[in-house]
């Protein structure tokens, strides 16, 4: 039945649909762009209509949670121009809400009970039920916290259920108003003002686990990092106003630097199996059992630490100690609430196909690296959308079953990796709750290890990602694909209000990045995302200016020969600038205007075709032979699962047939896997080339020598 529901909500979208799940999460518009329409607003439909009297006593007490404007009342809002979804509680709602609170009227509800209460309830975007269609809503309430959505049915009718408890009337859903859209709902939402570690400590599930985490120190360091940094103040910077390739555009700095964290937790009964096959006893207790496991595991990736006082059962907070490291490597250093931002989001692209943004995933699967708190380690989480690889492989083996389910550390392409890795569970739950301030956490069916295998065998392949991936800030703080990227702003005067209509880019001052470092004459911007600019997923990061930036690359998972790669687009408008990995010169300046069609690189030989057709009709040995010619000259064309698409008509302009679009060797060297490397990026050009030195950041890629060191006739290395 439940799968029934899904594909009625999804057969249902229409349109522009998943438009509305990439549009900026709208922050309090400024009185001066406040005006009011004729026809109803949403603070008159809450006034006219008796059955919600008590919530809108709570939204008229209420005020806006805005550093900005603290005392401002949220009906007076309501009653202004912008785009909200309302989920409104019945009265009969809120009376079982007291009563369980032990209240019997609204009047006895504190000022600030107020507050959290109608800010839970309102989203700064507009929500058809037939947008719902993942498992949370795109945009944060109010609150800054995010409403998880499930597909379910009550009173006969099919249903979007809200934190898998209240759900959306099917007869009154969808009521719009001028200024938003009405969702009446059967009871109060309610999100858990707790820390991560304190909902994993009220779930029975998952003990082993969160003993584990309290003997190792990992929960006292959660704990101790703070939700949000203290000093950050937004007020302090101004916009800043710039020019990329064509079009006048304004950042703004985040409006929070927040911290957070995600974890993947196996419950109690998968570790119990785990005890049980690997021979491990628990007469000792599960702590000591699962401290055995963990050193099964980690002695092998860590044979050098084996015989250190650090490794023994009572010194479980060492660094060094394989239980500790076992509890650091289930936990990623920023906040990630829905499986949906695990790997690249899934929007409408148009023809009636809906895939990860900008990622052909009938070729490939999207999938993303994060970084883990087991120092100089990431994850891989994979979402199965392939079922044969280039070389026609089997690419789901026994989990043909599991399309568009996400794993961690997942490498399956027969016959030489069979690693299936760990199946994200995707449901939300009534009890316990999953989602902190702070944090989230996601049940996994099976261990997640940083092991011998995973190291060596599923994270021996190129590296791929995208520059708003590599910094956890940018997801913690929501920041990443947000916007509309159906839309373009005017090329001439850029959208300076409050609430841009398109959504907002970014730039970060310095220290805001953990691990970027540059010049008082830098300026670092992140562009929203743009479905037909020729940026992967539609974003794009620039550098200004005279500009001196160096950032720490991400982990690789061994020592070894690596080349570091940076795809972006060749336009007039850029710069040129030299390379440096740590603190070593990298070969002649890489010049962004210079295409693969140009006499640095392949000239007239250059095969363009958008649709890819005349590639593909190369044979396999002239694809090898211009690989290799590119590769002398330190370049590769991009992958060709990469694309974007035109907003109305939907048709794919792939990044392979362009001559714009590639990849450049930054540098080759061996990576010591044991300390931190440092790319640095400094301007070259002779005075303000382009517009102001402009310098394109669009995704970064690690590759090892198994991937990048082919020299036989005809082979190559994979071009996805």
């Not at 006034?47 to 404007?69: C, D, G, H």
Request: proline fraction near 5%; glycine fraction near 6%.
């Amino acid at each position: 039945m439940m799968k029934n529901i899904k594909k009625w909500i999804l057969a249902s979208l229409v349109g522009c649909a998943a438009v509305v799940g990439f549009t900026a999460c709208s922050d309090e518009p400024d009185s001066e762009y406040f005006y009011t329409f004729n026809g109803e607003m949403m603070s008159e439909y809450l006034r006219n209509r008796p059955q919600y009297s008590n919530f809108t006593k709570i939204v008229e007490r209420a005020r806006l949670n805005s550093n900005q404007k603290r005392d401002a009342k949220l009906m007076d809002m309501l009653a202004t121009y912008g785009h909200y979804t309302c989920f409104v509680p019945s009265d009969s709602a809120v009376q079982t809400y007291l009563a369980k609170r032990g209240l019997s009227s609204v009047d006895q509800l504190t000022d600030e009970d107020c507050d959290t209460i109608a800010l839970t309830h309102i989203v700064a975007n507009i929500y058809n039920t037939m947008d719902m269609t993942q498992d949370r809503l795109q945009t944060a309430n109010l609150l800054g916290r995010y409403l998880a959505t499930s597909a379910d049915e009550a009173d006969g009718h099919p249903v979007v259920r809200l934190e898998d408890k209240a759900y959306i009337y099917y007869e009154l859903q969808n009521d719009s108003v001028e200024n938003g859209i009405m969702q009446p709902i059967n009871m109060v939402i309610e999100k858990s003002n707790s820390y991560v570690t304190d909902i994993i400590g009220d779930n029975e599930r998952i003990k082993i686990f969160y003993t584990a985490m309290k003997a190792t120190g990992v929960f006292d360091d959660l704990e101790s990092t703070p939700e949000f940094d203290p000093d950050w103040d937004p007020k302090a910077h101004p916009r800043y106003y710039y020019r990329s390739h064509v079009w006048s555009e304004v950042a703004w700095v985040p409006d929070t630097k927040k911290n957070g964290f995600t974890i993947f937790i196996e419950p109690d009964s998968v570790y119990q199996a785990k005890f049980e096959e690997m021979g491990i006893s628990t007469s000792e207790g599960n702590l000591r059992a699962v401290y055995d496991l963990a050193c099964k595991i980690y002695d092998e990736t860590y044979p050098e630490d084996v015989n250190k006082p650090g490794h023994a059962f009572d010194q479980l907070k060492d660094s060094v100690n394989p239980l500790r490291r076992f509890v650091q490597y289930h936990i990623l250093n920023r906040y990630v609430p829905g499986t949906s931002d695990l790997t690249p989001l899934i929007m409408d692209v148009g023809n009636g196909i809906r895939e990860s943004f900008g990622i052909d995933s009938r070729v490939i699967n999207p999938c993303d690296w994060f970084q883990t708190l087991l120092p100089r380690t990431m994850v891989k989480i994979e979402q199965l959308t392939v079922d044969k690889d280039n070389k026609g492989n089997d690419c789901r083996g026994a989990d043909a079953s599991y399309v568009r389910e996400r794993f961690v550390n997942r490498r399956y392409a027969a016959p030489e990796y069979k690693f299936r890795g760990s199946l994200i569970d995707s449901k939300v739950e009534t009890e316990p709750v999953h989602d902190a301030l702070n944090g989230h956490y996601f049940y996994v069916d099976d261990l997640v290890v940083f092991s011998k295998q995973v190291r060596d065998e599923v994270q021996n392949q190129r590296i791929r990602m995208d520059f708003s991936a590599i910094f956890p800030e940018v997801m913690t703080n929501d920041m990443r694909l947000k916007g509309n990227p159906l839309a373009d702003d005017a090329q001439g005067t850029p959208d300076e209000s409050a609430v841009p209509k398109n959504g907002r880019n970014f730039y970060f001052p310095l220290g805001y990045l953990d691990g970027v470092d540059f010049n008082s004459t830098c300026y670092l911007v992140m562009r929203r995302p743009h479905c037909n600019f020729w940026s992967w997923q539609g974003d794009e990061w620039n550098l200004f200016g005279d500009y001196d930036m160096t950032f720490r690359i991400p982990p690789v998972p061994y020592s070894g020969e690596w080349q570091l790669r940076l795809g972006f687009c060749a336009i007039p408008t850029r710069g040129v600038m030299q390379v440096y990995f740590d603190g070593v010169p990298q070969g002649i300046p890489l010049d962004m205007t210079k295409e693969l069609n140009s006499e640095m690189y392949l000239g007239d030989r250059f095969v363009s075709d958008e649709a890819l057709s005349n590639y593909k009709k190369m044979t396999v040995e002239e694809r090898a032979e211009e690989q290799k010619l590119l590769k002398n000259l330190h370049a590769y064309r991009a992958g060709i699962s990469t694309y974007h698409f035109g907003a109305n008509s939907g048709n794919r302009a792939y990044f392979y047939g362009d001559n714009g679009t590639y990849r450049r060797v930054l540098c080759q060297a061996y990576l010591d896997a044991n300390v931190d490397h440092y790319i640095r990026f400094r301007v070259a050009s002779d005075g303000k080339k382009g517009n102001n030195n402009e310098f394109m950041l669009d995704y970064f890629e690690m590759v090892p020598k198994s991937v990048y060191g082919i020299d036989g006739d005809a082979e190559m290395e994979d071009d996805l």
